[in-house]
């Protein structure tokens, strides 16, 4: 039994394989050890769905996050070009202000006339935690750069995760049920075995 759960095989996050049974006799040496076999079996089954349902949770994070950090990178990338634009003559300082929309909270909107060619010129990065930085903008637009790579590449591995979990459980649902149907046509066979002995 404890070679069926010690397999070397596992993705690239250290997730085990689960192996297959052919032969149920191979893992249940006697009939005593049935009901062990068959719970260690479902305490695997267990710790496999339990992963997917987390790696399902981290992806619906991701999908709502990838899409908040794309919006303000693209809103640095924008405010980037227009401090690099050339000022025409006779403008004056005022004509390089944008007038924005930004949202203060879910329901509620504000304009803000903002001069991105300021040397001076911020822009603050929500970091989680009720955290918010304040960053030159090309430092901005290189942590969001980075922060989407990073949401990308893990919303990717966790797919893979769930695809792996998902034939995996598969398998361990099948070696339940060999095991189950085992254990059955044992104890039939114990039955009609007893009378004639």
């Not at 297959?20 to 719970?39: H, I």
């Amino acid at each position: 039994m404890n070679t069926l759960f010690s397999s070397t095989k596992a993705n690239p996050r250290g997730i085990p394989e689960a192996p297959f049974v052919e032969k149920v006799e191979q893992y249940v040496k006697s009939p005593e050890d049935f009901d062990m076999c068959f719970g260690k079996f479902q305490d695997h089954l267990s710790k496999y769905k339990y992963m997917q349902e987390s790696k399902l949770a981290t992806i619906e994070q991701l999908k709502i996050k990838i899409p908040d950090i794309e919006n303000t990178f693209n809103m640095c990338q924008l405010l980037k070009q227009k401090s690099e634009a050339d000022v025409d003559d006779g403008e004056d300082e005022e004509d390089n202000s944008l007038l924005i929309n930004y949202e203060l909270n879910e329901t509620l909107f504000s304009k803000a006339a903002i001069n991105p060619k300021d040397p001076d010129f911020k822009v603050g990065l929500w970091l989680g935690a009720d955290v918010m930085l304040e960053y030159p903008l090309d430092e901005a637009i290189e942590l969001l750069s980075q922060k989407l790579a990073d949401a990308k590449q893990n919303l990717d591995v966790s797919q893979q995760d769930v695809e792996f979990l998902r034939e995996n459980i598969t398998t361990m649902e099948v070696n339940c049920a060999r095991l189950y149907n085992w254990d059955v046509q044992r104890r039939q066979q114990m039955k009609t075995d007893g009378p004639s002995n």
